[in-house]
T-cell receptor, first 114, second 113 residues
Framework: GQNIDQPTEMTATEGAIVQINCTYQ??????LFWYQQHAGEAPTFLSY????GLEEKGRFSSFLSRSKGYSYLLLKELQMKDSASYLC???????????????FGKGTHLIIQP | KAGVTQTPRYLIKTRGQQVTLSCSPI?????VSWYQQTPGQGLQFLFE???????NKGNFPGRFSGRQFSNSRSEMNVSTLELGDSALYLC????????????FGDGTRLSIL
């Protein structure tokens, strides 16, 4: 099976930088996704990594190390609207989640303080 | 382009009943996946359909089933409802390419009394 771990909750200050870590154990790794979910809303796609390295997209960056089973999401210049849950999800082949079903971590609830 | 549409948004049922949820994917998307989201377990994969065929299935009992129609719309059915089935049920669609993300609908919030 698969196991995905991420911190339950983090707090950061408006304008600062925060890094949300995600570790995973899986066989047949086939990509890692980060989603943002505001309370009462659907998850929205943030980033995708399948090769090692950093992917940058505006204020958001995501890093992957396949050998370490590790990823992080970096949020810069934090804004109050960034208060949300951030979900790490792994796609794997031949797992209980199937080739295309995603296995999600339980999410990190990020609180932005003024 | 319209997003993923799920109906109904809210549903209240009692134990033992059955329920059918509907999902219309983004136009052109042929892959539809269903997830259950609860505070304790987070998002859990139910099943995935592609071209009317179930390709993958998560670890849920047989009371949970689904299907996909030729227009890629999908339905999910839960029979003999239990209190623990109370959750947000999310549908996500994706184009055929593996590196494309899944796009989620707003979900159906199911409450079992």
């Amino acid at each position: 099976g698969q196991n995905i771990d991420q911190p339950t909750e983090m707090t950061a200050t408006e304008g600062a930088i925060v890094q949300i870590n995600c570790t995973y154990q899986t066989s047949g790794f086939n990509g890692l996704f980060w989603y943002q979910q505001h309370a009462g809303e659907a998850p929205t796609f943030l980033s995708y990594n399948v090769l090692d390295g950093l992917e940058e997209k505006g204020r958001f960056s995501s890093f992957l190390s396949r050998s370490k089973g590790y990823s992080y999401l970096l949020l810069k210049e934090l804004q109050m609207k960034d208060s949300a849950s951030y979900l790490c999800a792994v796609r794997a082949l031949g797992s209980g989640g199937g080739a295309d079903g995603l296995t999600f971590g339980k999410g990190t609830h990020l609180i932005i303080q003024p | 382009k319209a997003g993923v549409t799920q109906t109904p948004r809210y549903l209240i049922k009692t134990r033992g009943q059955q329920v059918t949820l509907s999902c219309s994917p983004i136009s052109g998307h042929r892959s539809v996946s269903w997830y259950q989201q609860t505070p304790g377990q987070g998002l859990q994969f139910l099943f995935e359909y592609f071209s009317e065929t179930q390709r993958n299935k998560g670890n849920f009992p047989g009371r949970f089933s689904g299907r996909q129609f030729s227009n890629s719309r999908s339905e999910m059915n839960v029979s003999t409802l239990e209190l623990g089935d109370s959750a947000l049920y999310l549908c996500a669609s994706r184009s055929g390419a593996r590196n494309q993300p899944q796009h989620f609908g707003d979900g159906t919030r199911l409450s079992i009394l």
